[in-house]
């Protein structure tokens, strides 16, 4: 069992920043990629950003050049920096991380960019 809770999330103006984190419960966590999804209202979640185990990265096309995971396995902790906010960017942000018997996501952080 791997519990994940994000946190981070907050209101802030379009051009502002954010640094949302997803604790782990266990340090397997350490050992596997881990995935930053999205779910805007009316929308179905999509994937934002991943990084494995080694740390290789992979980003959306529209957060690209913008957003930035990291990982410190000392903390069991995963990152994602997120400048130059857009209204678009609103949405619920999750954690996610899949292992052969089943995925875990944590509850969710709020990101709310708006004026």
């Known amino acids: 069992q791997v519990h994940l809770v994000e946190s981070g999330g907050g209101l802030v103006q379009p051009g502002g920043s954010l640094r949302l984190s997803c604790a782990a419960s266990?340090?397997?966590?350490?050992?596997?990629?881990v995935g930053w999804y999205r779910q805007a209202p009316g929308k179905e979640r999509g994937l934002v950003a991943t990084i494995t185990s080694s740390g290789d990265r992979n980003y959306a096309e529209f957060v690209k050049g913008r957003f930035t995971i990291s990982r410190d396995n000392a903390k069991k902790t995963v990152y994602l920096q997120m400048n130059s906010l857009k209204p678009d960017d609103t949405a619920v942000y999750y954690c996610?991380?899949?292992?052969?018997?089943?995925?875990?996501w944590g509850q969710g952080t709020q990101v709310t960019v708006s004026s």
């Open positions: 266990t340090t397997i966590f350490n050992i596997n990629a």
């Open positions: 996610n991380t899949q292992w052969p018997w089943g995925d875990y």
